[in-house]
């Protein structure tokens, strides 16, 4: 038999050693019987006493009942410390992009991205070369990170772009990616058919993750970074990370950027492995020619060529 300790008690150790181990405290030994038994019950915590030694059998030992202190409430529990409620703020939003187009290529590619639409005009013949002597001057770079700019709005940086990617993409040369950070005039998403948004703005802002704004264009090994809204604005402390992303994710990365000397273009000519400028042949005659190779090679920029168009 057993009894229900009162643990709510004050005791002091010597007490308890003393009422343990006192031959004159242990209590009268019982059985289920009334005889006596051979393992006695001891009470630690209170005195012991003839009346308190033995349990009524009819009623069942009496448990001492021992409050818990109460659990509080968070906010009294914020109240009392002086911590203010950190409390989450949630919002639902759709998915940011579209269904991919179901037009082929063939229906969607603008007419001047000749290397798609004919691959043995000599034009394409000419787009050969250039990506062969690209891909020599490159040969030895850890990375293959390439960046177009121009002077002007009409030098055709954006059609030379993606023509040369899909001659990279023809010579099997790896997975391709044509970055649009032209911000003042977007047109790569336009050229090839597809939804500009979300884009390369939308990353730089963090509103989507990059997989999001990655668009397959249609052709082998070929994918997209198209723009992205132009109502969000352009901020390049996050371009080091995406890039370093990108890298990972394809072999070659042709960027077409904005104009010389504009919003965010140091940052982007200065993270690649070569800058090329395209000029119309018109620009050779340019006064301020000098002005802009000074320009950029006071910004460290890896200046490897220049490519000449004509209309």
Not at 120 to 138: D, M, N, P
Not at 240 to 268: E, H, K, Y
Request: aromatic fraction near 6%.
């Amino acid at each position: 038999m057993a009894r229900i300790l009162d643990v709510t008690q004050s005791i002091s150790p010597s007490r308890v050693e003393k009422q343990a181990i006192a031959p004159r405290d242990l209590p009268t030994r019982e059985t289920d019987g009334g005889e006596e038994s051979e393992v006695p019950f001891i009470e630690v915590g209170a005195g012991v006493s003839a009346a308190s030694s033995r349990v009524d059998r009819r009623r069942g030992p009496h448990p001492a009942i021992i409050p818990l202190p109460r659990v509080r409430a968070a906010e009294e529990t914020a109240a009392a410390s002086h911590v203010p409620l950190k409390l989450f703020r949630i919002a639902f939003q759709p998915l940011p992009f579209p269904e991919s187009s179901s037009s082929p290529p063939a229906e969607r590619y603008a007419p001047e991205l000749i290397t798609f639409h004919d691959p043995q005009h000599e034009i394409s013949q000419q787009y050969r070369q250039v990506a062969e002597q690209i891909r020599l001057q490159l040969a030895d770079a850890n990375g293959r990170t390439l960046f177009f700019t121009s002077t002007g709005r009409r030098a055709g940086t954006t059609s030379f772009v993606l023509n040369l990617a899909m001659t990279f993409s023809s010579a099997s040369l790896g997975r391709i990616l044509v970055v649009d950070a032209n911000w003042d005039h977007p047109a790569v998403a336009a050229r090839l058919g597809l939804a500009p948004e979300p884009g390369l703005r939308e990353i730089l802002a963090r509103t989507v993750p990059l997989v999001w704004a990655l668009k397959e264009s249609g052709t082998s090994c070929l994918s997209i970074l198209p723009a992205g809204s132009p109502s969000l604005p352009v901020t390049m402390d996050l371009w080091p990370i995406v890039l370093d992303q990108l890298t990972q994710q394809f072999d070659w990365l042709l960027i077409d950027g904005p104009l010389v000397g504009s919003s965010g273009w140091p940052a982007l000519a200065g993270t690649a492995q070569a800058a090329y400028l395209v000029w119309k042949s018109t620009d050779l005659e340019n006064p301020q020619l000098n002005h802009v190779l000074g320009e950029m090679s006071r910004s460290a920029v890896p200046l490897r060529g220049y490519i000449l168009t004509q209309s």
